[in-house]
């Protein structure tokens, strides 16, 4: 997961985004959690 977290004008903006890892491709592909974090 990537996290943003910018400071503009004395307001801050979070996001946040999941990225497609092989990992993650892999357990998508099995349904379930394949790898220990």
């Known amino acids: ?3 943003g977290l ?3 004008d004395g307001k801050a903006t979070y996001v946040s985004r999941f990225v497609r890892t092989s990992r993650l ?3 998508e592909f099995f349904g379930r959690a394949k790898f220990m974090k």
């Open 6 to 8: 910018r400071i503009k």
């Open 1 to 3: 997961m990537i996290h």
């Open 25 to 27: 491709k892999q357990e």
